[in-house]
């Protein structure tokens, strides 16, 4: 029988869209096949599914997401009964449920329905779907013993009417409270509650949001500004010194049009950064010359500039009657309310409440989000060196805003602020430093030197090096200052990895440095190594990569079965390449007769059991590898960029392997996700390394930003990377 969970409330506002989105989380964390149902929805789109849909990659059609709308529903009710609404609403259900694993229900949103007693409805609806429970309560702006005594008794009406109440969510109370609201109710309540504070990110609404409330016209502005918040409204009226000092931090200013001192002492205030805003809104339909136009896109690019027809003050009655609704519009409001939602809720325990078993199938998704829960479990700091890189920057918010884990941005400090505002991004909890001016210069060109001195290194030609920021960032992970770095969305593979190989060195353990990518098929995830960095590894290295690889593969929960590939499989061929690869099996036989292999094997006979079955029908490993080492990089490289693009699997890493301390290179075409995916590896990776013993980094001082190395992407010592 289908498994389903029921998200419901008891009043509007209770901002239950991030409960329902953590939900679907971790739901899609334990299977690829899960449905959502809304019983009865709003005229026009639904714009939770859409988002969930598209994030969650659902095969859902729109038709079956919903049982009918509010006014069809209004309409049975007081023709035929609560009955004939509830049998209508389970029928259309029980058609879409049967097609998956588990459904996520989303509950009546209490929002002008004409239906009397919504939570009785909700309460009839779950029992009769036989739904697991979890009741929201808002908590915004009541003070905390009202939001405790609405909690308690909303348990006790949803149980009183039968419900099986797995958990209890209070969403959106004061930060300040959250702590003694979730002591008090832990206490009174027999099933888990989670306390979730107010987050002025996601009450706050989009320029973009705005802009389409209020039916205005974008006069400047690109997408990137259009997506800021708007944390704060500044009403421009007073003369410009007066009103640079009421500016605040993502605000949106709000002024008559034919005020251009305020509009261009807005912008430059925002280019300095003192504070970044939002944007600008322009009322009573006035507008500035194309002059002024001109100079404020020239003054700070891409800041949206938006007029409207109504004076200030109906607009100020808009503005402060709008709140944000979650969307696919909105991804970086997505990865705020996953962040807040983790941060304050124990998903393990939740979890096993919801008591979803975990599906054999690893869909990309779920292999994905193991990654970012893993890493966040033990935070680690993590140096990106490319601090002023738009897709660095956008990746570094997503990491900060789920807590992936601790960041630190190399670069000129005013740069990187610069660029965050432009973007409209938050790193406020990232680390800046700047390599010219940091005081930890003169002691890396120290170490440096010394470690580089059979070399002819000088600390006088050191002080130089170390303010490349791939130095740099290399010297803080050697150092405990921070434990992995993840550098090449714009440096050459050379760039990133040759101070890892100068400084860091490799494992004891390890003769040479490999890599592997994790291939995530729509079914499975694969290993495949050595694919970026040696171009022609002999017997020896070859069993050295295959070793390193079933070892990365179990550390991120792959169970190792290892093929040695080749043209040709078991004893039916012959020639040098294959000579080399039956070498290699014997070698990791010699040395792990613990793990599981195979070779030499060719790939079909590797991955596919009727393949297997008639070539090594005996073979613990044909037709059910897991990792697959390819004899070259010739051969490694090209399968895998095959593999992603012929068969749509998402190719994740490179992952290096071998160096004492994580350090992971990034392809220069590297998307945002591909990005926040490699640094939660590496934040993994570092998780079985000592903590940092270095101490905390001194604070940036203000200089010109280090050069780096350009170029097309070539290797240190080794083999092209992608």
Not at 187 to 198: I, Q, T
């Amino acid at each position: 029988m289908t498994r389903s969970v029921y998200v419901t409330g008891i009043e509007r506002g209770d901002g239950r869209q991030v409960v329902e989105l953590g939900i679907m989380e971790l739901l899609t964390r334990q299977t690829g096949r899960v449905g959502v149902y809304r019983p009865l929805l709003h005229d026009g789109p639904d714009r939770l599914f859409d988002l969930l849909k598209g994030r969650y990659r659902i095969d859902q059609d729109a038709s079956t997401a919903y049982g009918m709308e509010y006014h069809e529903a209004s309409a049975i009710l007081a023709e035929k009964g609560t009955d004939e609404l509830v049998s209508q609403l389970v029928g259309r259900y029980q058609k879409v449920a049967r097609d998956y694993e588990v459904m996520l229900v989303l509950g009546t949103d209490y929002a002008d329905t004409n239906l009397p007693d919504e939570l009785a409805l909700n309460a009839r609806l779950a029992n009769e779907l036989g739904a697991l429970v979890i009741p929201v309560v808002g908590g915004t702006k009541h003070p905390a013993e009202a939001v405790r005594a609405e909690t308690r008794n909303a348990y006790r009406a949803y149980e009183s009417l039968g419900c099986h109440v797995g958990a209890m969510v209070v969403n959106r109370v004061a930060p300040e409270d959250r702590e003694a609201i979730a002591e008090r109710l832990a206490a009174r309540l027999p099933v888990p509650c989670y306390v979730l504070p107010e987050d002025k990110h996601l009450s706050a609404p989009t320029v973009a949001q705005i802009t389409q409330a209020l039916g205005g016209e974008v006069l400047l502005g690109d997408e990137a500004g259009l997506a800021r918040d708007a944390l704060d409204f500044v009403f421009g009226g007073a003369m410009l010194p007066n009103f640079l000092n009421a500016l605040t931090p993502g605000c949106l200013v709000v002024t008559p049009g034919d005020r251009s001192d305020l509009v261009i002492g807005a912008l430059a205030a925002h280019t300095s950064g003192t504070p970044p805003i939002a944007g600008v809104l322009l009322t009573l339909n006035e507008r500035p010359g194309k002059d002024i136009l001109t100079l404020a896109s020239k003054l700070a690019p891409g800041t949206p500039v938006v007029s409207v027809a109504g004076n200030s003050f109906p607009t100020a009655a808009e503005l402060f009657s709008l709140q944000s609704r979650l969307n696919s519009a909105t991804p970086r409001k997505l990865e705020t309310a996953l962040g807040l939602f983790e941060r304050h809720v124990d998903t393990a325990e939740l979890r096993e409440v919801l008591s979803v078993a975990r599906s054999e199938r690893v869909t990309p998704m779920m292999f994905e989000n193991e990654l970012l829960e893993r890493a966040r479990s033990e935070r680690r700091r993590v140096v990106l060196p490319e601090g002023t890189e738009e897709r660095v920057l956008r990746a570094a918010d997503v990491v900060l805003r789920r807590g992936v884990c601790d960041l630190t941005l190399l670069g000129e400090e005013p740069a990187i602020l610069k660029k965050a505002a432009d973007l409209g991004i938050d790193i406020s909890a990232a680390q800046l430093i700047d390599p010219s001016t940091s005081p930890l210069r003169e002691r890396f060109a120290e170490y440096y030197a010394k470690a580089r001195a059979h070399k002819g290194m000088t600390v006088e030609l050191a002080n130089d090096v170390v303010t490349d920021v791939n130095y740099f960032g290399t010297l803080m992970v050697q150092e405990g200052l921070a434990d992995g770095m993840v550098s090449g969305s714009v440096h050459s593979t050379a760039a990133t990895i040759r101070p890892a190989f100068e400084i860091i060195k490799t494992k004891p353990d390890a003769s040479i440095v490999s890599s592997v990518f994790f291939m995530c098929l729509a079914d499975r995830v694969l290993a495949y190594g050595d694919c970026a960095v040696n171009p022609d590894p002999n017997a020896e290295q070859l069993a050295d990569i295959a070793i390193q690889s079933a070892t990365t593969a179990a550390a991120f929960g792959l169970e190792p079965r290892i093929a040695m590939l080749s043209y040709s499989t078991g004893t039916s061929g012959s020639g040098a390449d294959v000579d080399k690869v039956r070498k290699a099996t014997e070698i990791v036989r010699g040395l792990r007769p613990d793990l599981l292999i195979e070779g030499p094997i060719q790939y079909d006979a590797a991955v596919e059991p009727s393949v297997a079955a008639t070539k090594l029908p005996e073979s613990e490993v044909a037709g059910r590898a897991t990792v697959l080492i390819f004899p070259d990089l010739n051969t490694g490289n090209n399968t895998y960029k095959a593999v992603q693009r012929s068969a749509g699997a998402v190719a994740v890493g490179p992952v290096l392997q071998g160096l004492r301390k994580p350090v992971n290179d990034l392809s220069r075409g590297a998307l945002v996700q591909d990005i926040v995916t490699t640094v939660a590896i590496t934040a993994i990776q570092a998780q079985g390394a000592p903590a940092p013993t270095g101490g905390a980094v001194p604070a940036p001082e203000r200089a010109r930003p280090p050069g780096g190395p350009r170029g097309d992407r070539a290797t240190a010592g080794s083999g092209p990377a992608q």
